[in-house]
């Protein structure tokens, strides 16, 4: 029975168009997702944002004009100073690599496409490609048409949009492609047994491990799914061969990653992973075993084997680790268990407002309606439970966990909600969508040719109780359709669940419709609002609409750049330091890569000391220029007096005993600027070049520090050490320059109040009168 | 394989030719009866002399040589000469140093032999860049900026000259000194020197025997000037030109990069935004800051970008031209306007790096010439920033593929001239380009490079042809590919 007459085709003619319009499909998804992260290119330009991009980009234009052995070797001089940075030695080199093959490629075809394009579209491209992994994955536990849908997710899914929209030219930007790639050959050696294709996960988790430091992920998700499928008795020859494929080419071919090396087998991150791979042998080897040995026999040998086997692999790690051999679990993934944890002990992870804990809204703005339909897709995945669907059943639950510790992991959360969303609106769709009608139970009583408009409340009631068996029918065929694609057999002729009648169906396809279009205006709303600001350059609004572009950054960054010696040494809280390097091309102290925590601190305390104090600090390394930001004349919120407090943490902890965070609130222990702030507060370095010369702007009427809220004292900040040497448009960027000594060997404040007209206080003579009273 | 031709250059030709002048003493056929120089002062030095010549002779009277000492060479980047009352400049050949008098010659070309007796006055228009440095060397943002200009009292000049004058205006009345040394002092008719207004005149001085000799030292007769300064100074220390012409598109595309500094007195102490904004607001800025340039450009172009080496700059306004109609058509083309914003104000000196680029309809430059069959191409050496002295500029020209019979003719002669090939989007065989390179430019060099050329209808079609020949390719491998069973098991 049908609900509506379908026109018939030859089987032939369906498949082919059915794969023509997939193909077809897939470009357009492919298109979508290109161009929805188009939109900082459009409002703003072909630009690099944010902080780590820039650095990826310099790298990128060393490996592009110098040749991939230099780029090897490269030791950046001018990172870190004065200690340098080994950069072939600490980093994941598969983006720059990447770009650097595409960048080639192009010139070989006589396109001359300059290198910032390349990095600039690198993101938007391969959220192309995976749109295309997610489809071939979701093919896997479902069939095409949610692949389909899981790739139209993922593709303008606003949670993975947030990392790579065009010019955030991070390693994000091809791992997630990386990371669908190598689960989705995965799943397929796991189904297949095949070495061939466990040594394709492999190749791509090489890949995947060159590119991104998150890595670890598949390091530890694939032998999770192994283990599980063990404890679930679900261990067969497939499952060992991929998995020992995968291991054992992944692991060595991994350790050829400079940044990596031995770490595979030296850390508890990876241990994991071996761990399973010997468990995989012992019971390869107790299978093989049990089928030569009797029974009874094979029981008491077993028995003693794996007891054995046990002690001998405990005691083997427990002393590895006792001798330090293998590294304990490192403070960032402790933090992934206690939140608390990095704000007690590593202050500078935590100071990373990427590292917070997310908030409940962020779930909802980065994946709308898939947040609810990931539920239902994953116990969609229970009803099979095939391989796969034990995968993604696993995946769902650690991303989902990791995603609520890390703002940052939500972008490895996305791929499997977009994944399970598909099968759960994919099966909707099959079954309401589905011409096919069950046969009419007998037990309804509801007579259905009964004269209509005779009892209108009886109708409503009767709908009503119509759209609850309705609604039961659904879940249950939802299963039904899932199971009979999954099986590949043809619907049968009466079908004993389904849908009655055209107009049940119109509600809820229209209603999943409506959400669709839903989900797409946010999305691109989203995207467009939110995640598309390169935060180099400010936009704002002028009172007529029209657009104001703040380029203060650049402003200041290229004055540096033109109009300072080449070897003049900038001071600046290390999240400027990548974009120091990049637009200003001058030598910094610390910058993003924030691996010498001394340094950074040392850093925090000049900042965080009072003139006299950090002066020497500035001086003995050697810095010319200290460069800061400063919101308080427009407004903008990211300046460095609110992260001030960072600076202060980070340097109390090296420095204790001379830093301290409660000096800088006040006694009501609030964080102030005004004229209640604390002496250690205004007397800081960071609080005087914030706020020096600002009140005469105001001129004689008090300023008004715009993101603080707050009145400054009347009386400015004076300078005596340092002075100004820029200051951007807006004011967002000053820059001071480091006085040399005095020529004089004069105290450089003595210097400045006798340039000043001032006469030197007299100190002695006091002392000397009290004397002769004596 | 890159084929670089050296041509040989005009300038070279000439001097091979002309060799003689420079080794020979000249013939004192002419007498300066009067010669008086007029300098405008302003960020570049504008020198008017109008030289009233005399024949002395019936031989070697069509040539007129002028010399400049060594300083006045070295500042001197454009010279032009014409007839009072004449229409049409006269042929001035740059001849180098001379060998005995060592001064730098160059010779007029009159437009015919002045018979004996006779006399004539020639005006001779230079631009001099660089020509003033700025005292003291340093200032601040508020201060008010001087600058010393100097120059020989008395002209050099291989003849003898009657009498002589030299007026310099300064842009300013506040002329803060000028100096004029005694042994200059003693020529002079009688009062030496004298200021009216902004303008100082020195002289008019006693005949003199011809001073471009071995024996005389023009150095104890220059004078100097110390003006006040209120325009800016700006300098282009570097232009590079690319223009690209595309048939396909019938486009010319025209990019500059541009290095400039402000050539201002350098910045006392430390920039203050504050003070900045506040004389801004007030309107009091201090006129050798240069906080916007304005460029005008041709009137079709279009498609404008702006950038530095760290990304667009968003300050950047383009006007285009106005569109022809009406009364604007009877005044011909106009030109459009780019005013750009530097991203800082540029202070004393400061560098600035931008690039400039936009596209044009060939036909505003390119006629084919069905004659011949061949097309011509105007392209403009350089579009000046007004009153701005040009370093070094490296213009290239970036033929289509294919083009043969290439002539090509500078508007000046240029230091050095060389052919390669420019390999772009999608070509097989790249595109015959053109570089020339030429040093202390003024805004007065902007003449056109006109090439003429034959592209070959084969030439046109092989982009296309190649693109195609290339995804055939690709789609019949990946037919074969798709066709070819290549399981191992049955």
Redesign the interface.
């Known amino acids: 029975m049908t609900v509506l007459k379908l026109p018939t085709f030859s089987p032939s003619t369906l498949t082919n168009a059915a794969s023509l319009l997939r193909i077809l499909a897939l470009a357009a998804i492919a298109g979508a997702a290109i161009s929805s992260r188009l939109f900082a290119v459009v409002n703003f330009?072909?630009?690099i944002h944010e902080f780590d991009p820039w650095f990826n980009y310099r790298a990128t234009r060393v490996l592009a004009s110098q040749g991939f052995t230099e780029f090897w070797n490269w030791f950046d001089p001018t990172a870190w100073y004065p200690l340098g940075r080994v950069v072939g030695g600490t980093i994941y080199p598969g983006l720059m690599a990447t770009s650097g093959v595409i960048y080639n490629i192009l010139h070989a075809?006589?396109?001359?496409v300059d290198i910032r394009n390349v990095c600039v579209l690198l993101a938007p491209g391969f959220s192309g490609l995976t749109a295309w992994a997610t489809y071939m994955l979701t093919k896997e536990l479902k069939d095409e048409s949610a692949g389909l849908l899981a790739a139209i997710f993922i593709g303008i899914a606003p949670g993975y949009i947030s990392r790579s929209v065009a010019g955030s030219y991070d390693n994000e930007a091809i791992a997630i492609f990386l990371l669908m790639i190598t689960f989705y050959i995965w799943i397929r050696a796991l189904k297949d047994g095949s070495v061939l294709y466990g040594t394709l996960a492999a190749v791509f988790y090489y890949y995947m491990v060159a590119a991104w430091g998150g890595y670890a992920f598949i390091t530890n998700m694939i032998p999770l799914h192994a283990f599980v499928l063990l404890l679930m008795g679900r261990f067969s020859h497939r499952l060992y061969s991929a998995y020992s494929a995968w291991y054992a080419v992944g692991t060595l071919a991994s350790m050829q990653v400079p940044f990596v090396g031995f770490q595979p087998v030296q850390t508890s991150e990876h241990m994991a992973a071996l761990g399973v791979f010997g468990l995989l042998q012992l019971i390869a080897f107790v299978e093989i075993v049990r089928s030569y040995v009797a029974s009874k026999q094979f029981q008491v040998m077993l028995r003693w084997f794996l007891v054995a086997s046990g002690i001998a692999g405990g005691l083997a790690i427990v002393g590895l680790t006792i001798t330090k051999t293998i590294a304990p679990w490192t403070g960032r993934f402790y933090s992934l268990w206690d939140t608390g944890y990095a704000k007690k002990y590593i202050p500078i992870i935590a100071s990373v407002s990427e590292h917070q804990p997310t908030a409940w809204p962020a779930f909802f703005m980065d994946l709308h309606m898939l947040i609810f339909l990931f539920p239902a897709g994953v116990i969609l995945c229970f009803k099979e439970l095939r391989e796969e669907h034990v995968f993604v059943i696993i995946y769902a639950v650690m991303a989902s966990y990791f995603a609520g510790v890390m703002v940052r992991l939500m972008l490895t959360l996305t791929p499997v909600v977009c994944m399970a969303a598909a099968i759960a609106l994919s099966s909707l769709l099959d079954t309401y969508l589905s011409v096919e009608e069950p046969a009419r139970p007998d037990s309804n009583g509801v007579d259905e040719t009964s004269a209509p408009g005779a009892d209108v409340p009886a109708e409503v009631t009767v709908s009503k109780k119509k759209k609850k068996d309705v609604a039961a029918a659904a879940a249950a065929a939802a299963a039904h359709s899932a199971a009979t694609t999954a099986t590949k057999a043809k619907t049968k002729p009466s079908a004993t669940y389904g849908i009655f009648g055209l107009d049940t169906r119109l509600v809820v396809i229209v209603n999943a419709i409506f959400m669709l279009v839903m989900f797409v205006l946010h999305c691109t709303w989203v995207t467009s609002s939110a995640y598309s600001s390169p935060s180099v350059?400010l936009a704002s609004r002028r009172p007529d609409g029209s657009q104001n572009?703040i380029?203060d950054f650049?402003?200041?960054?290229?004055?540096l750049?033109?109009?300072t010696p080449q070897d003049a040494v900038v001071m600046s809280w290390w999240d400027y330091g990548y974009q120091i390097a990049g637009?200003a091309d001058r030598p910094t102290l610390v910058d993003n890569n924030t691996w010498n925590n001394t340094h950074i601190a040392t850093v925090g305390k000049a900042m965080s000391s009072s003139e006299e104090v950090s002066y020497p600090i500035l001086r003995k390394h050697d810095v010319d220029y200290i460069l800061i930001i400063f919101g308080g004349l427009i407004g903008y919120s990211g300046d460095d007096i609110n992260k001030f407090l960072w600076m202060v943490r980070i340097a109390q902890g090296v420095w204790p005993d001379e830093i301290k965070e409660p000096n800088y609130f006040t006694p009501r222990g609030e964080y102030k600027v005004d004229d209640q702030a604390s002496e250690a507060m205004k007397n800081s370095l960071m609080y005087k070049m914030s706020y020096y010369?600002f009140n005469?702007?105001f001129s004689g009427s008090p300023a008004f520090d715009r993101v603080r809220n707050q009145q400054l004292p009347r009386e400015g900040p004076k300078l005596d050490y340092i002075?100004?040497?820029?200051?951007?448009?807006n004011?967002i960027v000053r820059i001071y320059?480091v006085k040399k000594e005095d020529p004089l060997g004069r105290d450089l404040k003595t210097a400045n109040a006798f340039d000043g007209g001032k006469k030197r206080k007299p100190s002695k003579p006091t002392s000397r009168r009290r004397a002769l009273t004596a | 394989m890159r084929t670089q031709l050296h041509l040989l250059l005009l300038a070279a030709v000439a001097a091979a030719v002309d060799l003689w002048p420079t080794h020979q003493r000249i013939a004192p056929s002419f007498v300066n009866t009067d010669v008086v120089r007029t300098v405008e002062l302003s960020s570049q030095a504008y020198v008017k002399a109008s030289y009233s010549i005399e024949s002395q002779s019936d031989v070697d009277n069509d040539v007129f040589y002028l010399t400049l000492s060594e300083e006045e060479e070295n500042v001197t980047g454009w010279i032009e000469a014409k007839a009072k009352g004449a229409t049409g400049g006269l042929e001035v050949k740059r001849l180098g140093q001379h060998a005995e008098s060592l001064a730098y010659l160059y010779a007029i070309k009159l437009a015919k032999p002045l018979p004996k007796g006779e006399s004539l006055t020639l005006l001779v228009d230079s631009v001099q860049s660089h020509a003033t440095y700025p005292k003291p060397a340093f200032a601040t943002q508020h201060d008010s900026h001087f600058r010393v200009y100097e120059a020989d009292g008395i002209v050099l000049s291989p003849y003898e000259t009657t009498s002589q004058r030299l007026r310099v205006k300064a842009p300013t009345p506040n002329v803060r000194s000028y100096h004029i040394p005694s042994a200059l002092e003693a020529l002079a008719k009688d009062e030496p020197a004298v200021k009216s207004g902004a303008t100082v005149t020195f002289g008019p001085f006693k005949s003199q025997p011809p001073t471009a000799t071995k024996d005389f030292d023009h150095k104890p007769y220059r004078v100097s000037i110390d003006f006040e300064m209120n325009i800016p100074a700006l300098t282009v220390v570097s232009l590079k030109r690319t223009a690209e012409v595309s048939h396909w598109g019938a486009n010319l595309n025209i990019q500059d990069e541009y290095v400039v500094r402000n050539d201002a007195p350098e910045l006392k102490?430390?920039?203050?935004?504050?003070d900045f904004?506040m004389s801004q607001h007030a309107r009091r800025m201090s006129p050798v800051i240069i906080p916007a340039l304005s460029l005008q450009l041709p009137s079709g172009a279009h498609s404008v970008y702006y950038f530095?080496?760290?990304?667009?700059?968003?300050?950047s306004a383009f006007r285009p031209a106005p569109k022809a109609a009406g009364r604007a058509a009877r005044l011909g083309p106009q030109n459009a306007q780019l005013d750009l914003k530097p991203?800082?104000p540029l202070m004393g000196?400061?560098?600035?790096?931008f690039t400039v680029g936009w596209d044009a309809p060939l036909g505003d430059s390119g006629r084919w010439d069905e004659v011949n069959g061949r097309w011509i191409l105007a392209v403009p050496f350089l579009t000046p920033l007004p009153a701005t002295p040009i370093d070094q500029a490296d213009v290239r020209i970036i033929l289509p593929e294919g083009a043969t019979d290439i002539t090509v003719h500078p508007p000046f002669d240029v230091a050095l001239m060389e052919r390669s090939t420019h390999?772009?989007?999608?070509?097989?065989i790249g595109r015959p380009a053109f570089d020339f390179h030429a040093q202390k430019l003024t805004e007065k060099h902007d003449g056109f490079i006109y090439i003429t050329y034959k592209v070959p209808t084969a030439a046109h079609l092989q982009k296309p042809l190649a693109v195609t020949v290339a995804s055939l390719i690709i789609f019949s491998v990946m037919w074969t590919l798709k066709r070819v069973d290549m399981t191992i098991k049955k």
Do not use: C, K
Request: charged share 25%; no cysteine.
């Open positions: 330009e072909s630009i075809l006589h396109l001359p350059v572009i380029d650049r402003e200041a960054y290229y004055w750049r033109q109009n637009m010369r005469e702007l002075e100004e040497a820029f200051t951007s448009e004011w320059e | 102490g430390q920039f203050s935004r504050l904004q530095d080496i760290v990304g667009n700059v968003s300050t991203r800082y000196g400061w560098n600035y790096t390999i772009t989007y999608l070509d097989t």
